[in-house]
């Protein structure tokens, strides 16, 4: 990573796919922005050391096989406005994030993980404008007080999970029972109401 920072000392966008075994040392690029990090399959696993400079706005991470306690060290970046995690990028059942504060994130991507237990509060991501949520079969519920953040426009799942299915009804149901008429939630690609009404009749059935 030190040669690569003195061939590109400027670089804002990089892709980058493991090889080896290795510590990535990102913070050595300064005005890096963008990162999209993909590691090896699984069976391939490596345990990896990350850093991350302070400009990083946008981070993705693909099959990074990552402990959930690493979300400490990205939880404190003070620009970070994107973060998708995709395919095994973090593993482990429970992700507790009561304790972190995400200050400028606004869209939050959970695709393809083990997750199974997922705590959170509104001051968590308290500039969160969107969370997509995709082919997490094991979770159990988004969290209820992710409705409660002001600034969340957006909840976007599929039905690979009923659990969360019924959870996102419970989230739409108390922000209309608080006036909040604004939150759009889909399912499928759906809004809500009308995924509803296409699929709760013909499961009584």
Known sequence: ????????????????RCVND???HFELLPCLEILKFTGLEEGLQRHHIFSYPATLKKLTLVESFLP?????????????EVLKLKVDA??????DACEQQFRQLKLLTLWDLDIKHWEASSTSFPCLKQLSLFYCYNLEEIPLEIGEIATLELIEI?????????????????QHDVGNYELKITVDKMELSFYLSQHEGSESE
């Open 1 to 16: 990573m030190a040669n690569f920072q003195k061939c590109y000392p400027s670089i804002k966008k990089l892709g980058l």
């Open 22 to 24: 290795d510590e990535y």
């Open 68 to 80: 959930w306690s690493h979300m400490s060290i990205i939880q404190s970046l003070p620009n970070l």
């Open 90 to 95: 973090f593993t482990g059942r429970q992700w």
């Open 158 to 174: 599929d039905s690979s999970s009923k659990s969360v299915v019924e959870s996102v009804k419970r989230i739409k149901q108390e």
